[in-house]
């Protein structure tokens, strides 16, 4: 579970919402603050919702802990999250596509060139079961739209209107691999949810993307949050989302995030001071409470 500080600090780590650039300074922070406990992060994957990591916490340390845990997360405004995502999928179905056919064409003349397999660690969906853990963790079978060229030709020359026009959702609509390139990223709320399906509002220190220094300010003494570029997504002079938006997609949009347009306006009222520092010295003595 990504925990921090002896299971003091926990972060849901939303796919496509700086979320790595929180971690990174995350683990700094626990390594400088607490270095017994070093670099360590508790987790089954990266990105974990709240009612995957409230299960595993429980069992773990039991629900008087996870009373007094803090829970962070990162929220981004729902068509940039989504236009960045159509972005990154597209550059990654691409460079996995050409490693693909390279893995193919030297199978023989290689004496067997490793596929590349899908890791459920770093999945974007929020709910994995044991079951899909066996069923999916380390396997190269793809779908369709990943390992035939007519498909993945489409796949590529499609805009993001387009895109959301084909949009599906893992295990609701269409293919029923958890890697194919249609399926949307589901809402962020469904990150938020606790075991009992409910968005803990008094649990939940939220901050938007826009918004980090909010993040830095209630932890005053972490690591400055630095934008760290995905493999893919150049964040330098990033292009205005808005010019990849038409009526029809924002549309879409807002049908399949309803939710998360009302959390980010909610969010977008609050004032900077919303939240109150939580400093050093409650953070370590959590953490050597045990």
Known sequence: MPTYFDGKLVQIHIPKCAGKSVRTALIAH??????????????????????????????????EKWNQAVIISTIRHPVERAISWWKYIKAIESKNYEIRKISEASRWSLGGFKDIVYKVESTIHPLITPRDFRKYENTSEWCIHEKEEEEYEKFKKLSFSE?????????????????CPYHSLAPQVEWLRDINGNLPADKLNLFLVERLDQLENFLPTMPALQYINGSFENRVGRENYLEHLTAESLSTLKRLYSEDFELYNMLKQRPANYYHPLHDEKLSALSSAG
């Open 163 to 179: 895109y959301t026009r084909r949009m599906t959702l893992w295990k609701t609509s269409g293919c029923a691999s958890p890697s």
């Open 30 to 63: 626990q390594e400088k603050l607490c270095p017994s406990l070093g670099p360590e992060v508790l987790r089954f994957r990266w990105h974990e919702s709240l009612f995957e990591v409230q299960s595993m916490f429980n069992d773990r340390w039991g629900k």
